[in-house]
Each structure stands twice: as C-alpha cells, then as structure tokens.
C-alpha cells in the first residue's frame, strides 16, 4: 500500500515562527493530503495538492510538492498555540487505498 | 451537520466479549474505511468498502469483521475482544474515482468520525 511517512515525528516551536514538516512517499500518486489531528480528536483535512501542482496556499499553510524527489512539504506560518496538533500526510491515486504514517506532532509554546 | 458519526465513544469489554462499532455518514461517500489509532504507531487500515456490496481487508484485519450495511453505514464487529485490541478506533469516508472502465483516480479527502475509544480488559 501507499504510504506517507512524516518528518520530523516531533517539532517544538515558539509562537510566532514558521513550522515546517515533510512527507516523503514512495510510488507515483494522484494527489497528497495533510491532515490535522487535535488531541483526542478525529483528522481533520487541511488541505489536498494534485500531483500536477507544485505549490498551494490556505490561510497561513503552504503545501509544496514535488512528484521528482517523492516528497511533500507543510509549511505554517506565524504558528499559534492553537496549532499545536499532530499533523499527518496521505497519498491518493490509482487503485490503492492510501495510508497515514505516524504523522508530526507540532508544539507551539505561547 | 453533516459529516462521520461514530458510536460509541467510550467502552470497556472483557477480554472475550464481542461489540460492534457504529458509523454511519450522510455526505453520499462511496468508500468507508476503519482505522486504529495506538501510541506511536499512527493510524493503521484495518478494512475499507471502497464502495456499497464490497469490502476489502486492510493492514491489520486480524480479530475484526466489517459489514456495509449500506451506502451510509459501515460497521466493525469484534467477535473475542482481546488485549490487543485496545485502541482508539476511527471511522471515515470519502470520494474514490474511478474511470468510466473503472480505473481508480484515488481519494479526494476523507472525512473522519471522532473515534471510538475501546479498552479491553
């Protein structure tokens, strides 16, 4: 199957700087996902890039893509204590059911 | 409002007993998935119905029996509940594509529940 694997497995930042996390993946894809989970809660879709973008911008995320080096980036800006959450990435395409990896989880202190 | 509902949200079995776990959605997704959710380990498959009549087995469907009872609902039976099992037990949906000659295109965002935190004793 599929599968997204994220980096780092932890962040610790201050509020008010970027935060960045990866994903890499393995086979060819249709689209990439992130995904924010609170604790306790379900995920939450942020945001979906097609595999013929390179970039895409929500609000203070910015996902960029490239399909060459297998690999996903999120960035968020001016973080806020709110945004802290383990963020995941998923892999859509072709006839395989996509898969989360463990995901990054993301403390922002105030 | 729309979205994934999941029941229950909290239940304590003994190692044995059997449950079934509840989801249904009402956005008119064709596929329905189950995870589980453990420490560290992130979120593993444990069965999918990419669409109505079919379901298909995930990373982890050892111990779990799924039903699609129809386009909205899709259940996860634990027939002996084991130790093992103790997890946080996540239902979702979403859109997967296909061709005109059924080629898949993929997902296009999944829709979660809030989960289903599940102890066995």
């Known amino acids: 199957s599929q599968q997204g694997e994220e980096d780092p497995q932890a962040l610790s930042i201050q509020e008010g700087e970027n935060a960045t996390m990866n994903c890499s993946y393995k086979?060819?894809?249709?689209?990439l996902q992130w995904y924010r989970q609170n604790s306790g809660r379900g995920l939450v879709h942020l945001i979906l890039?097609?595999?013929?973008?390179r970039e895409k911008h929500s609000g203070r995320l910015r996902v960029t893509l490239d399909t060459s080096k297998k690999s996903s980036s999120l960035l968020i800006t001016a973080s806020r204590a709110a945004d802290t959450a383990s963020y995941f990435c998923?892999?859509?395409?072709?006839?395989?059911?996509?898969?989360f990896g463990r995901g990054t989880s993301l403390i922002v202190h105030p | 409002n729309a979205g994934v509902t999941q029941t229950p949200k909290f239940q304590v079995l003994k190692t044995g007993q059997s449950m079934t776990l509840q989801c249904a959605q009402d956005?008119?997704?064709?596929?329905m998935y189950w995870y589980r959710q453990d420490p560290g380990m992130g979120l593993r498959l444990i069965y999918y119905?990419?669409?109505?009549?079919?379901?298909d087995k995930g990373e982890v469907p050892n111990g779990y029996n799924v039903s699609r009872l129809n386009k909205r609902e899709f259940s996860l039976r634990l027939e002996s509940a084991a130790p093992s099992q103790t997890s946080v037990y996540f239902c979702?949906?979403?859109?997967?594509?296909?061709?005109?000659?059924?080629?898949?295109?993929?997902?296009?965002?999944?829709?979660f529940g809030s989960g289903t935190r599940l102890t066995v004793v």
């Open positions: 979702a949906s979403s859109e997967y594509l296909t061709t005109s000659s059924g080629v898949g295109l993929g997902t296009y965002g999944y829709t």
């Open positions: 086979t060819s894809i249709n689209n």
């Open positions: 890039i097609r595999s013929n973008e």
């Open positions: 998923a892999t859509g395409g072709g006839s395989y059911i996509p898969t």
């Open positions: 956005m008119n997704h064709n596929s």
């Open positions: 119905s990419a669409s109505e009549g079919t379901t």
